[in-house]
């Protein structure tokens, strides 16, 4: 029943921004948690951020802390990564998930920083 739709994605200069939204359908976001994992082609996948929807409380990467911000929208059931000072390893797929009674995540969405 849970859904997710990510968007945003786009090639970007270092040291650029961009914005990622994920539309979630289907549940609540002050209720359960959400949050943003990456992954690239023959790489590890990295937890980007989590927020835990009871609480609010955020957590982020080692990799992406002071760099990217995890938000939500609660009236438009919207949660947002907003990142800053993109560097080439930032470079990934990135997708939004959810978790709920189980673990759902979108489609996806290509980030790619390089000059």
């Known amino acids: 029943q849970v859904q997710l739709v990510e968007s945003g994605g786009a090639l970007v200069q270092p040291g650029g921004s961009l914005r990622l939204s994920c539309v979630v359908s289907g549940v609540s976001l002050d209720r359960y948690d959400f949050g943003w994992f990456r992954q690239a082609p023959g790489r590890q996948r990295q937890g980007v951020a989590c927020?835990?929807?009871?609480?609010?409380?955020?957590y982020y990467g080692d990799s992406v802390r002071g760099r990217f911000t995890f938000s939500r929208d609660n009236a438009k059931n919207t949660i947002y990564l907003q990142m800053n000072s993109l560097k080439p390893e930032d470079t990934s797929i990135y997708y939004c998930?959810?978790?709920?009674?189980?673990?759902?995540w979108g489609q996806g969405i290509q980030v790619t920083v390089s000059s």
């Open positions: 998930y959810a978790v709920t009674t189980d673990l759902t």
């Open positions: 927020l835990t929807g009871r609480t609010g409380k955020i």
